[in-house]
């Protein structure tokens, strides 16, 4: 498990390095949709992370890696959502300033950048300190690891 996050400009250090990987978890903060990054004050940090989720999902380097999207921090977003309009970060959405209908957007708009009918992207609203919802997650993300995995050895 590597935690590869960063600034932009360590990105291309290690991207290369991870061809064999059996899957990916990409961590986005749903709470972040109306901050902008500290190294870009121009940049939405949820576009920003919409940006780096279509370069690592359509990578050639993980053509055939499933990706497991953790939505995290939906406690944050739950009450932030009431406030902050989700317009903000995109301005074409027109639906409810409610949880259910919010994150379903989002989520929509992660799994839109992948380009491959192949690849698997599994998602996941995720409050990393809920630990029982945590356990329930690292659960299902095994599942896939060992469906992958024997997938690959031809006895799935």
Request: with cysteine.
């Amino acid at each position: 498990l590597f935690d590869v996050g960063g600034q932009r400009s360590e990105r291309k250090k290690w991207i290369h390095c991870f061809e064999d990987v059996t899957a990916i978890i990409f961590c986005v903060a749903m709470s972040e949709y109306d901050q902008v990054l500290h190294e870009d004050e121009t940049t939405n940090r949820m576009h920003e992370s919409l940006k780096l989720f279509d370069s690592i999902c359509n990578n050639k380097w993980f053509t055939d890696t499933s990706i497991i999207l953790f939505l995290n921090k939906k406690d944050l977003f739950e009450e932030k959502i009431k406030k902050s309009p989700l317009t903000i970060c995109f301005p074409e959405y027109s639906g409810r300033q409610d949880y259910h209908e919010a994150s379903a957007y989002i989520q929509a708009q992660f799994e839109a950048k992948n380009k491959s009918a192949n690849k698997e992207i599994y998602c996941h609203m995720t409050c990393a300190t809920d630990t029982t919802n945590i356990q329930f997650v690292f659960d299902a993300v095994t599942d896939v690891i060992i469906a992958n995995n024997l997938r690959g050895c031809g006895l799935y």
